[in-house]
Every structure is written in C-alpha cells, then in structure tokens.
C-alpha cells in the first residue's frame, strides 16, 4: 500500500495516457480527437513533472551547503511544452471548423463516404 501513495502520479500518468489514446484512436469526432489528444499531453507533462520533483527538495537559489535542491529545468520545459499544446489545439480547433464549413459534419466516416460519393 505505501508502495502505491508512493508511486500515485505514475498511476495517474498511466490512467490519463491510455485514457487519452482510447479516445484518439476510438472515436469518429474530430472535437473528440482533439481533446483526446489533449488528455495525452497532459499525462506527458504530469509525469515529467512528478519526475522533476524531489521530496524535501527546495529551490536551488538558497544557498544551503547540505540542502537537497529540485532542478527547475524540468518544470521550466514542461511550461513551454503547455504553450505549444494550446498553440496545437487552437490550429486543430480551426481545421476542424474549416472541416465543418466544407463537408457540414466533423464525423470522419461520413466525410469518407462523402468523398467516396465525390469520386464516383
């Protein structure tokens, strides 16, 4: 049992990651696809900074001889891969709407058929 509140976040990373690829991979929505893909790239940032963390760590600019320092390089990274997450999700958001205005639907299989039609 102490194994596992030890080890929570990589449980939490693992539920979120599988959580986020079922939806990328099962559903037909592109709304849906986007925000799956959203839940993925959160359990990536989660774990990366679960990883960072050190328990009883403090930050690296007190200057204590004997202190256990975190590395903020970690958390720093990670903020700049959010940015690029929401920047990914806007230009995803916008093609889905541009989607929508060509075909009516944002349902991948019946903007298959309808392409299927279109060639025939």
């Known amino acids: 049992m102490t194994d596992f509140l030890y080890f929570w976040n990589h449980f939490a990373f693992i539920l979120l990651m599988v959580g986020g690829l079922f939806i ?6 592109y709304i ?24 009883d760590g403090t930050a690296p600019i007190l ?4 202190a256990i320092y975190s590395n903020p390089l970690p958390h720093v990274l990670i903020l700049t891969a959010i940015v690029v997450g929401v920047a990914t999700s806007a230009l995803g958001l ?6 929508y205005k060509n075909y009516n639907t944002i349902e ?13």
């Not at 916008?94 to 989607?99: N, Y």
């Open 63 to 66: 200057m204590k001889v004997e």
């Open 24 to 29: 990328i991979i099962t559903s037909q929505n």
């Open 94 to 99: 916008a093609l889905v709407l541009q989607i």
């Open 32 to 55: 849906k696809k986007i925000v799956g893909l959203a839940i993925f790239q959160t359990s990536v940032f989660v774990f990366f900074v679960s990883l960072a963390k050190i328990i």
């Open 108 to 120: 991948e299989k019946e903007i298959e058929a309808e392409e299927l039609k279109s060639e025939r």
